[in-house]
C-alpha cells in the first residue's frame, strides 16, 4: 500500500478537502509508486491563502535579520540531508543522483545567501534637493505570495523563489509540479524543522489547471512567480494582467552552442554532451541547438556521436548512468512528434527512437538523438523540444552564427567555444540571451547571480542572486523634513535661480 501524502496548511499537515489522491510514480521503473498525493481543489487553496494573510502581519514585523536565521537553519538541515532528499528527488523525477546532488545544493546555496540577504537588504540614502531634509529607501515586504514550480528542479526552483520571498517578510503558497511533489513535500518538512511560524509557509499539492489556477486567480494573492512552459506562463499572465498582480515568469528556450573553428573541440564535445543529453534535456538551459563553423562542422559530428552512443541510460540511482527517463507518456509521444517532424527538415543522425533493452521497459526512456542539416528558421531549429534531442546547424562566419542565435522566441542562455578574446565579448554584446557562457556549456546557474532571460523566455525579471529581493519587495520613499517650514520640492529651491 502507497503512502498517502498531504498538504501544509496553518502549521499542520492536512488532507484535502475533495479527498481525492493522484498516483507520483517514478519514470525510470513506472511499476514504483512513490505515493498518493492530495488532488486539492479552490477551497483547499482558500484555507492556505487565509492562513498565509493572517501570518502576514508578524512575519512581516520579525527582524529581517531574524527571518534570515530560520534560512541559514534550513541550509544546515538540507545540507545533513541532502542524500536522502536527492535520492527522493531522482526516483520521482528521474535524472541522476550526481544531478539531483546538485539541485539539493543550489537550494542549500540559496539557503545560505537568503540567510545573509537578511542582514543587507539594502535601501538608498540619496541627498534631498532641499535643506534640512532627508531621503531614502527601503524595502517593504508585499504580502502572500503564489509559487508555482515546474519538475525539472524540484527542490532548487522552490527554493529560488521561496528563500527571497520568506526573508523579504512574505508569506508563501506553493504548489510544486504533480510530477515532482514528494521533493517539495521534503522541502517543507525541512522548514518546519528549522522553526519556520504557523502559516508562513503553505503547500497545496495538486493539477495545474485546478490549484494553480485557484492561486493566480486568488484576490489575496497579489505576487504570483511562476517556472514552466511558455505556453502556461501565458495563460497566468492574462489573468495577473487583469487582476493588476506583480508577476515573474521564467519559461522555456531553445539554447544554442557555438563553436568556432579555432575552439577546443575536446572541451566544446563535453560542454554539448552535458547540455544536450544531461537532465535528458529536460532543462530550459538545455542545449537543442548546436551551430557549427564549416571548417569543423563534420569532425565534431563524427566525434560528438561517437561519445553520444556510450552515454548509458537507466535508472539514476543505479551506479554509471548517465542519462534518465524522460518525465512522463506525453513528454515521450511530444519527442516523437518532433522527430517525425524532423525527419521531413532535416537528417537524422543518430537515435530517434524510444530506448528499449534491460533496465528499460518499464521507463520512459528515449535514445539520445542527433539531427544534422537543420535549417535555421525549420521547426527543429526553433521549437523547444525538452527532450535528448539535439539540432545541428552549420555555419560560415561569427555573425551569421548570432543571427541564428537570435532568429527564436526564446533568449534564456548560449554558448560560444572560442580562443578568440574579441568573438568572445562579440557574443556578450550580441546574442539576444538572458546568460552568455564562454567555453562553458549553456547551463550552470550559480545561486548567487541572477538567472533569466530574454523574449518569450521571461517578462523581465531575474530570479537568484540579488535582484530577486527586488521582485518580492516594494520599495518605500521616505522623506523626513526637519526644516520647521513649508518647503516646495521643485518651487522654493529654485526661485530664486536664475535656470
Ligand atoms: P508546465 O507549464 O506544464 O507546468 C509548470 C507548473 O505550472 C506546474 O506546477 C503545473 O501544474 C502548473 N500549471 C499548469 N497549468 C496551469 C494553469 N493553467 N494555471 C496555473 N498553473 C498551471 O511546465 P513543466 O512541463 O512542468 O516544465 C517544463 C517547462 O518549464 C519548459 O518549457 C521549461 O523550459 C520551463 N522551465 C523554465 C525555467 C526557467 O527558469 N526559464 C526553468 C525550468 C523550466
Known amino acids: 500500500m502507497a503512502d498517502s501524502f498531504k498538504n501544509f496548511i496553518d502549521g499542520a499537515w492536512v488532507e484535502p478537502s475533495t479527498g481525492q489522491y493522484f498516483e507520483n510514480r517514478n519514470p525510470a521503473r513506472r511499476s514504483d509508486l512513490i505515493?498518493?498525493?492530495?488532488?486539492?481543489?479552490?477551497?483547499?487553496?482558500?484555507?492556505?491563502?487565509?492562513?498565509?494573510?493572517?501570518?502576514?502581519?508578524?512575519?512581516?514585523?520579525?527582524?529581517?535579520?531574524?527571518?534570515?536565521?530560520?534560512?541559514?537553519?534550513?541550509?544546515?538541515?538540507?545540507?545533513?540531508?541532502?542524500?536522502?532528499?536527492?535520492?527522493?528527488?531522482?526516483?520521482?523525477?528521474?535524472?541522476?543522483?550526481?544531478?539531483?546532488?546538485?539541485?539539493?545544493?543550489?537550494?542549500?546555496?540559496?539557503?545560505?545567501?537568503?540567510?545573509?540577504?537578511?542582514?543587507?537588504?539594502?535601501?538608498?540614502?540619496?541627498?534631498?534637493?532641499?535643506?534640512?531634509?532627508?531621503?531614502m529607501t527601503y524595502r517593504r515586504p508585499i504580502g502572500v505570495c503564489g509559487l508555482i514550480t515546474p519538475f525539472n528542479f524540484p527542490l532548487a526552483i522552490p527554493t529560488w523563489k521561496m528563500f527571497p520571498a520568506l526573508v523579504c517578510g512574505n508569506t508563501v503558497v506553493i504548489k510544486p509540479a504533480e510530477d515532482t511533489p514528494h521533493t517539495v513535500a521534503l522541502l517543507v518538512e525541512v522548514l518546519e524543522e528549522a522553526g519556520i511560524p504557523r502559516g508562513v509557509v503553505n503547500l497545496v499539492h495538486g493539477l495545474g489547471e485546478e490549484v494553480g489556477a485557484a492561486i493566480v486567480e486568488h484576490p489575496d494573492i497579489p505576487v504570483i512567480s511562476f517556472t514552466g512552459s511558455t505556453e502556461t506562463g501565458s495563460i497566468i499572465a492574462q489573468t495577473c494582467g487583469r487582476m493588476h498582480k506583480r508577476l515573474s515568469l521564467e519559461m522555456g528556450g531553445k539554447n544554442a552552442q557555438i563553436v568556432l573553428a579555432d575552439a577546443d573541440l575536446?572541451?566544446?564535445?563535453?560542454?554539448?554532451?552535458?547540455?544536450?543529453?544531461?537532465?535528458?534535456?529536460?532543462?530550459?538551459?538545455?542545449?537543442?541547438?548546436?551551430?557549427?563553423?564549416?571548417?569543423?562542422?563534420?569532425?565534431?559530428?563524427?566525434?560528438?556521436?561517437?561519445?553520444?552512443?556510450?552515454?548509458?541510460?537507466?535508472?539514476?540511482?543505479?551506479?554509471?548512468?548517465?542519462?534518465?527517463?524522460?518525465?512522463?507518456?506525453?513528454?515521450?509521444?511530444?519527442?516523437?512528434?518532433?522527430?517525425?517532424?524532423?525527419?521531413?527538415?532535416?537528417?537524422?543522425?543518430?537515435?530517434?527512437?524510444?530506448?528499449?533493452?534491460?533496465?528499460?521497459?518499464?521507463?520512459?526512456?528515449?535514445?539520445?538523438?542527433?539531427?544534422t542539416d537543420v535549417k535555421p528558421g525549420s521547426r527543429l531549429a526553433t521549437e523547444e523540444i525538452f527532450g535528448p534531442v539535439l539540432s545541428v546547424i552549420r555555419f560560415k562566419e561569427l555573425d551569421e552564427a548570432i543571427r541564428i542565435n537570435n532568429e527564436v522566441k526564446y533568449g534564456l542562455s548560449s554558448s560560444l567555444y572560442t580562443r578568440d578574446a574579441v568573438a568572445s565579448f562579440r557574443a556578450f554584446q550580441d546574442l539576444d540571451n538572458g546568460i552568455t557562457y564562454v567555453n562553458a556549456p549553456t547551463i550552470g546557474a550559480e545561486a548567487h547571480l541572477p538567472f533569466g532571460g530574454v523574449k518569450q523566455t521571461g517578462n523581465g525579471h531575474r530570479e537568484g542572486g540579488w535582484e530577486v529581493y527586488e521582485f518580492y519587495s516594494e520599495t518605500k520613499v521616505c522623506y523626513l523634513d526637519y526644516s520647521g517650514k513649508l518647503q516646495r520640492a521643485q518651487i522654493d529651491n529654485y526661485e530664486a535661480s536664475p535656470y
Open 35 to 135: 505515493g498518493n498525493f492530495p488532488r486539492s481543489s479552490r477551497e483547499d487553496v482558500d484555507r492556505a491563502v487565509a492562513a498565509a494573510k493572517a501570518a502576514f502581519p508578524d512575519w512581516s514585523r520579525t527582524p529581517a535579520p531574524a527571518r534570515g536565521d530560520i534560512l541559514r537553519r534550513v541550509g544546515d538541515l538540507l545540507t545533513a540531508r541532502k542524500d536522502e532528499i536527492a535520492r527522493a528527488a531522482t526516483r520521482e523525477m528521474g535524472k541522476t543522483l550526481q544531478e539531483t546532488r546538485g539541485d539539493l545544493q543550489e537550494g542549500i546555496d540559496t539557503a545560505y545567501y537568503a540567510g545573509v540577504e537578511g542582514r543587507r537588504l539594502f535601501g538608498q540614502t540619496v541627498p534631498s534637493e532641499l535643506r534640512n531634509k532627508w531621503a
Open 266 to 371: 575536446d572541451l566544446a564535445i563535453d560542454g554539448v554532451l552535458w547540455g544536450a543529453f544531461g537532465t535528458t534535456g529536460q532543462r530550459c538551459t538545455a542545449t537543442s541547438r548546436l551551430l557549427l563553423q564549416d571548417e569543423i562542422h563534420d569532425e565534431f559530428v563524427a566525434r560528438l556521436m561517437e561519445r553520444a552512443r556510450g552515454l548509458k541510460l537507466g535508472y539514476g540511482l543505479e551506479k554509471d548512468v548517465e542519462v534518465g527517463p524522460l518525465i512522463h507518456e506525453a513528454s515521450l509521444q511530444k519527442v516523437e512528434e518532433y522527430i517525425e517532424i524532423g525527419k521531413g527538415e532535416a537528417t537524422l543522425a543518430m537515435g530517434g527512437e524510444r530506448a528499449t533493452g534491460e533496465g528499460l521497459d518499464d521507463g520512459y526512456f528515449f535514445q539520445p538523438t542527433i539531427f
